[in-house]
């Protein structure tokens, strides 16, 4: 039994050092694709519009505001206790709008890229598939060597049809 348990770790081993690993930078490879300015503007857009939609609450807030300030002399204690709610519930509501637009903004971002890393993954697909890779990763700012033989980054980029210069 304990002979069995040796000849399945070696052979876990034996298979493991025969997979060729290799490491890719899905971060820059978006950054060279031309389809990020389309969703940059989208975005841009997106959050413009998200920026009237508060400057619309804001404007009927202070209209509110001054309304009350104006009447307030003639008003009774019911209608100064409506008006205090209606202020107070709008004050909620654009606190509310200015919390989740960050959010928003985030979702956004993930539904106009997901076609990008759709892109990216599928060409990823193919070079590894191709150069006979068993794993790839996503480098990252801890990775501190990556033999460029094993670096799939630009040739992703030529799957895509994107060439950089040697700088980049």
Do not use: C, H, R, W
Not at 74 to 90: G, R, V, W
Not at 96 to 102: I, L, T, Y
Not at 120 to 135: C, H, P, R, S
């Amino acid at each position: 039994m304990k002979i069995l348990k040796i000849a399945v770790f070696f052979i876990g081993l034996s298979t493991f050092a025969q997979g060729k690993v290799g490491a890719v930078d899905v971060e820059f490879i978006l950054s060279k694709m031309p389809e990020l300015t389309t969703v940059q503007t989208e975005l841009e857009t997106y959050g413009k519009q998200l920026d009237i939609d508060l400057n619309k609450k804001v404007d009927e807030y202070k209209k509110l505001v001054e309304e009350y300030k104006q009447g307030e002399a003639a008003f009774t204690e019911e209608q100064k206790k409506e008006k205090q709610a209606a202020l107070i519930n709008l004050d909620k509501d654009i606190q509310k709008f200015q919390q989740n637009g960050s959010k928003l903004m985030d979702i956004k971002q993930t539904e106009a890229l997901k076609p990008l890393y759709k892109k990216i993954g599928e060409a990823l697909d193919k070079v590894a598939k191709a150069q006979n890779f068993t794993q790839v990763m996503q480098t990252t700012q801890d990775l501190v060597y990556l033999d460029p033989a094993y670096d799939l980054t630009v040739p992703i980029l030529l799957e895509l049809g994107i060439t950089i210069t040697a700088e980049e």
